[in-house]
């Protein structure tokens, strides 16, 4: 609607320049001869009025909003200036962090080895001392057993003797019976 009412102005105000044109050829100019002219400066600037009010707020917005992108770059910049500083100090202190990791290893890897050397000998030990009690009841158990067959052996033997002879017979049976007594 508003380019209709524009577009109607311009072409009228053409035709008002062109018949005024016509007029002035054929007489002499005077200050009536402004009076188009001046309609249409009037209208062109009641135009530009409703036309520059909406482009200002335009461009305001714009640089409002160039203004928050700078600042955010700006401080985006400052952050990554500040990691860039400690990243840089970490590298600085990377060789002497280094030197501590790999002294802490050696601390610690010799520390292993030592306590591993300890725990070894006490199993070694008390493996050993397991073994000489293992060996010592296996021993005493074999010692009986053999203690145990050679008295079975003698009291076979022994029987087998009293058996055969007579006189040993005889012995025995007085022996027992006058304990017995």
């Given amino acids: 609607m508003k380019k209709i009412i524009y577009y109607s102005f311009l072409f009228s105000s053409l035709l008002s ?7 002035a050829a054929h007489s002499e100019a005077t200050i009536l001869d402004l009076k188009y002219p001046f309609i249409n400066f009037i209208i062109l600037l009641a ?17 409002d909003d160039v203004k928050s992108l700078m600042d955010s770059a700006s401080k985006n910049h400052k952050d990554a200036e500040e990691r860039l500083n400690t990243f840089q100090v970490k590298i600085k202190n990377l060789d002497s962090e280094l030197i501590k990791i790999a002294n802490d290893y ?13 725990e070894t000998q006490i199993t070694i030990s008390r493996m050993k001392r397991d073994l000489e009690n293992k060996l010592e009841g296996e021993k005493v158990e074999l010692m009986d057993a053999l203690n145990h067959d050679l008295i079975n052996t003698v009291v076979s033997k022994t029987q087998n003797t009293i058996k055969t002879n007579k006189d040993y017979q005889l ?7 006058s304990e017995l007594r």
Avoid at 17 to 23: C, F
């Fill in 171 to 177: 012995k025995a049976t007085q022996k027992i019976v």
């Fill in 106 to 118: 050696e601390s610690d890897s010799v520390q292993f080895a030592k306590n591993q050397d300890q």
């Fill in 47 to 63: 135009i530009l009025s409703k036309v520059v009010k909406p482009l200002r707020e335009k461009f305001n917005k714009q640089a």
């Fill in 17 to 23: 320049v062109a018949a005024a044109n016509e007029e």
